[in-house]
T-cell receptor, first 117, second 113 residues
Framework: AQSVTQLGSHVSVSEGALVLLRCNYS??????LFWYVQYPNQGLQLLLK??????LVKGINGFEAEFKKSETSFHLTKPSAHMSDAAEYFC???????????????FGQGTILTVHP | KAGVTQTPRYLIKTRGQQVTLSCSPI?????VSWYQQTPGQGLQFLFE???????NKGNFPGRFSGRQFSNSRSEMNVSTLELGDSALYLC????????????FGDGTRLSIL
């Protein structure tokens, strides 16, 4: 079984400051990890994915994440926040292990990012 | 390439009614997954279809059902609606559904009165 924990349901930063959103996962098999962003009244947009190729993953809009197996973490960062980054962010895990995992992403509870001018 | 399209965007129903939601995946994607999103429970997996077959199902009552057509389009149905079924229902598609990124539609907002 897989699970995801996002530490901090709300994160507030100033424009231009570092963004750090935390994600820890649990998986009985090698995981595939994703970060998604959701703007109000929209679906989820893929920011980046980890699929075991490289531990540092770069995504869209200047975001990146580092997979750390020893810490079971996949934290999302961005060096300089922009007002347009204000949204809700979800970390998700997929770990193929047969029938019970087909097409299933397990999501964290989400972190709402607020960016102050 | 067109994205995932969900219709309708908004629905208002009353308790006891039934509802059908539609999802058209990205062209070439054969796996379609459905999720329920609520403020209290977050994003929860409903079920997944691939080549017209349900391969996986989450922990939802039998009132929630779905199907997939030969062109990969999918529908989900909720019967005997309850107030607690009010939620945003999201559809996502991927090529095969195995550890791949899923691409989401904008969802159907279902409100039960």
């Amino acid at each position: 079984a897989q699970s995801v924990t996002q530490l901090g349901s709300h994160v507030s930063v100033s424009e231009g400051a570092l963004v750090l959103l935390r994600c820890n996962y649990s998986s009985s098999v090698p995981p595939y990890l994703f970060w998604y962003v959701q703007y109000p009244n929209q679906g989820l947009q893929l920011l980046l994915k980890y699929t075991s190729a490289a531990t540092l993953v770069k995504g869209i809009n200047g975001f990146e994440a580092e997979f750390k197996k020893s810490e079971t973490s996949f934290h999302l960062t961005k060096p300089s926040a922009h007002m347009s980054d204000a949204a809700e962010y979800f970390c998700a895990v997929s770990a193929y292990a047969g029938g019970t995992s087909y097409g299933k992403l397990t999501f964290g509870q989400g972190t709402i990012l607020t960016v102050h001018p | 390439k067109a994205g995932v399209t969900q219709t309708p965007r908004y629905l208002i129903k009353t308790r006891g009614q039934q509802v059908t939601l539609s999802c058209s995946p990205i062209s070439g994607h054969r796996s379609v997954s459905w999720y329920q999103q609520t403020p209290g429970q977050g994003l929860q997996f409903l079920f997944e279809y691939f080549s017209e077959t349900q391969r996986n199902k989450g922990n939802f009552p039998g009132r929630f059902s779905g199907r997939q057509f030969s062109n990969s389009r999918s529908e989900m149905n909720v019967s005997t609606l309850e107030l607690g079924d009010s939620a945003l229902y999201l559809c996502a598609s991927s090529p095969t559904g195995n550890n791949q990124p899923q691409h989401f539609g904008d969802g159907t907002r279902l409100s039960i009165l």
